[in-house]
């Protein structure tokens, strides 16, 4: 299971957070945290991770989406997930979507 899965039992959906403007140049992205007072620089692997997390995927789903493109590298595409996904969980820029009751 993805490093931001583990121990969450049933796999987790993962969205932005609110509190995030995001400016892209050249596919990477610079998002400023409204409550703290923060930027955060992600490069174009993160960038593309963070848009996925839109509240209707795991990151087996992204790693599915981003495997479409590049077959002979799924498990390297599925390492880059987990590492994006543990970043931005870490940063406060994603959340896991609450469960349904």
Not at 18 to 23: H, K
Request: aromatic letters at 6%.
């Amino acid at each position: 299971m993805p490093a931001g899965d583990k121990g969450q039992g049933a796999a987790i959906v993962w969205q932005k957070r609110n509190d995030f403007i995001s400016d892209e140049i050249d596919g990477e992205a610079l998002l400023y945290c409204t409550t703290q007072h923060e930027v955060i620089h992600l490069n174009e692997t993160a960038t593309v991770i963070w848009k996925l997390c839109d509240g209707t995927r795991t990151s087996a789903d992204i790693t599915d989406v981003l495997s479409v493109h590049y077959p002979e590298a799924r498990a390297e595409i599925a390492a880059d997930v987990s590492e994006a996904i543990s970043f931005l969980l870490k940063r406060g820029t994603i959340e896991p979507l609450p469960p349904l009751p």
